[in-house]
């Protein structure tokens, strides 16, 4: 049984105890009162009680304050009703809930109101117990959730056994040897460290979780150029970048991701079926598509899997589900979509 079915069997046990308990509290002090009277009242208790849980845990959790308010008094008010129609009946006759009377059923305004705020009262109240639990609920999940989120930064940080200082000194001490020998391989030298310092500031707790999209472009392609640098081959991307793309935020090293894996496992040398880079930002949107030819199961590296799930990951804390990714596989062509809403 999944958790729905469960929180419904729950919920239709209690009210079907709740309803003997009613009958057995009213029958002992009023004997023509009726189980089948009783059954017709639940709809009121039922009412009152979801009625207002809605009001609390979905308008008012949410600081909807305004449509709480207003599906509460909604609430009230066909209770209102309905608990004249049940306790006095129809103008001239007293109604179909006759049996809740044990002596004439003259109107009293005073028993009236008592009935009512009695009844919406209790059930108010459960419902807001309800809702306070929930609210303990969510609370203790998020605490384990932040605690797991801990461990695991812990845990990043100490397997993170170069330190970005060291790899810089490094990087440094090469290009001053390299200046005047190799000036080709110091330039390289200097676009491979500006690519891993690109990378080890997105990965820096207290970094920027976004960049604009011309940076993204722009440190991409210095990856594809420092790729092919040490290749023995010269990658063919085409690009076809539309909008303003300094309007727009995007995870830093977002494309980067794509783009290494075109370079994974698919053929960015082929000049019949070049790699296309697509960038279009609209008003509201925008959208990245890579197309790719796929390599040969022989000729491609080992997918794991990681660099799509990780990259979703962050574009879920970055956009908060505001975006769509999606790949698709068609005549040998490998294509990654991504669009966001802005």
Known sequence: M???????????????A???????????????????????????????????????????????????????????????????????GWPGSIGLYADYFTSKPNFSLRKFLQTYLKLIGNFSIFAFLGYQYRLKILSMEQQQQEHEWRRRYEYTTLTQQVSPHLLANIFQSLEQQLSEVRPELRKRIVELYSVMRYFMDSTRPEGRTSVLLAQEIQ???????????????????????????EGAFIPSTCLVTLVSNVFKHGDP???SQPAIIQVCVQRDLF??????????????????????ENLKGRLEYAYNGNFKLYHSLTDGTFQVHLIVNL
């Open 2 to 16: 999944n958790r729905n079915h469960w929180t419904i069997s729950r919920h239709l046990v209690f009210w079907i």
């Open 18 to 88: 709740y309803a003997f308990y009613f009958y057995v509290v009213n029958k002992l002090g009023n004997s023509k009162l009726s189980f089948w009277t009783v059954l017709y009242s639940m709809p009121f208790f039922i009412l009152i009680y979801y009625g207002i849980s809605y009001s609390l845990n979905v308008h008012l959790y949410n600081k909807r304050y305004l449509k709480a308010i207003s599906i509460a008094f909604l609430v009230y008010g066909i209770t209102f009703i309905g608990i004249y129609l049940l306790t006095h």
């Open 269 to 271: 040398y082929s000049t």
């Open 287 to 308: 959208k990245i598509t890579v197309s790719n030819k796929v390599r040969s199961a022989k000729a491609s590296l080992e997918s794991h899997g990681v660099g799509l």
């Open 219 to 245: 440190a991409t392609k210095q990856f594809i150029s420092i790729h092919d640098g040490f290749s023995s081959r010269k990658s063919i991307f085409y690009w076809q970048v539309t909008g303003n793309i």
